[in-house]
């Protein structure tokens, strides 16, 4: 029996490496299902069989179901039931679903090596896309528009500021000057790139998750300050000249202190929101994206109808946290809070009390969470399955098997 569970258990962990390869690939929703459902299928017929089961009830685990519970309440009270109750198919079931894979199954120093390793080649295949559509279509901003790959510079960025510590954690731990040159010229390349895509929340992002990764590396033991320093002035080095290069890099910083004041309108799009929240600030209007389309929630309030009357852009409330309050509450925007300065703390803790693989992957799942769920949050809006692929790696690193040892 014991033999037969380890046949499944790698069965799954093959299916959550092909899953977070196609959570970056535009087509093939259908093969996404497929692996999300007969993956969760095999995990859950070899759940009593899984030693680190209990992990799911630690509080970073508990309290991401519990964020994911205030979605249901929403759903249930929501000024659209049926929508909403349809709509937590996509993101929430799905999100709940890869914390409970992610962070029993790849618990493991070897998986999380591969998870590492794939970080790297998907980084490889954005990068392709992005690059390819800004010289093939004479682009002024970097975004992929590809069949395999299609998205708004804002969301490109935001990718590849999720990859980027992963690829990091492979450049320190590489001791072969080939591969650590090769890794160096990717993170280079990705960085540039970022800047290209003229995203600015992406830009705030990239010098913060950049700056915890080196602060937190710092503090590892044996540092490598040559390595470090070396780096950093030859990605300053690069990016200098991309500044320099791109006329519409150097536009866009231009108007920064025009737009900084509104945040390119989003201040537009806040106001209704809030006045639109305060008339339900306990459990919001509820769960889905079409609901802040609808006119209903701003009839009573000074706007009469909903910001995307005034631009079809202003679908979109751009920060996460406001569109928590706006569909979810000051429930939802409490759970949340919590629970990312929970896991922030979590992942720190175990990162300084940690070295090697399991220090560094907990190092990058950091420096995540703080670019891209606090500093971009603030103008993007990250999906919930993001979020819980961050989780769980960070969770699966927590309390992972060493590398010498059978999982």
Not at 371 to 385: A, D, F, K
């Amino acid at each position: 029996m014991q033999k037969r569970y380890e046949i499944i258990d790698k069965i799954i962990a093959a299916e959550i490496y092909l899953l977070i390869l196609f959570m970056f690939v535009t087509k093939g929703e259908g093969i996404r299902n497929v692996l999300f459902f007969s993956s969760f299928f095999l995990w859950l017929v070899t759940l009593k069989h899984r030693p680190n089961r209990a992990l799911l009830l630690k509080p970073v685990p508990a309290l991401f179901f519990i964020f994911c519970g205030t979605i249901l309440a929403s759903a249930l009270f929501s000024i659209e039931p049926l929508y909403s109750l349809k709509s937590l198919l996509k993101d929430p079931l799905k999100s709940v679903i890869m914390v409970c894979m992610i962070a029993t199954v790849l618990s493991d120093e070897k998986r999380l090596r591969i998870c590492a390793y794939l970080s790297g080649v998907i980084l490889v295949f954005l990068l392709s896309q992005g690059y390819y559509s800004y010289w093939a279509y004479d682009l002024p901003l970097m975004k992929p528009i590809t069949l395999l790959r299609h998205s708004w510079h804002a969301r490109f960025a935001m990718d590849l500021n999720t990859l980027l510590p992963f690829t990091a954690l492979l450049f320190f731990m590489s001791k072969r000057t080939v591969v650590r040159i090769a890794l160096g010229a990717l993170l280079i390349t990705s960085t540039a790139a970022v800047l290209l895509s003229t995203s600015r929340g992406g830009m705030a992002a990239l010098f913060t998750t950049a700056g915890v990764w080196i602060f937190l590396a710092s503090k590892q033991k044996n540092v490598n300050w040559k390595l470090i320093l070396s780096g950093v002035t030859v990605t300053g080095m690069v990016l200098a000249l991309v500044l320099i290069s791109s006329s519409h890099i150097k536009q866009r910083l231009t108007d920064f202190s025009t737009d900084f004041a509104t945040l390119h309108e989003r201040t537009d799009i806040w106001g209704p929101l809030v006045s639109a929240s305060l008339l339900r600030p306990v459990i919001g209007w509820g769960y889905g994206d079409d609901i802040f389309s609808d006119d209903r929630p701003f009839q009573a309030t000074k706007y009469k109808e909903a910001p995307v009357h005034i631009k079809s852009a202003f679908r979109n409330p751009h920060n996460s946290f406001l569109k928590i309050l706006f569909h979810q509450g000051l429930l939802g925007v409490i759970s949340y809070v919590i629970l990312l300065g929970v896991v922030i703390k979590s992942f720190l803790q175990r990162a300084c009390s940690f070295s090697g693989l399991k220090s560094l992957m907990l190092i990058a799942c950091s420096s995540i969470m703080f670019g891209t769920y606090i500093v971009n949050s603030i103008v993007e809006n990250p999906h919930l399955t993001d979020l819980a692929l961050i989780v769980g790696i960070g969770c699966a690193a927590m309390y992972a098997n060493s590398e010498d040892s059978d999982h």
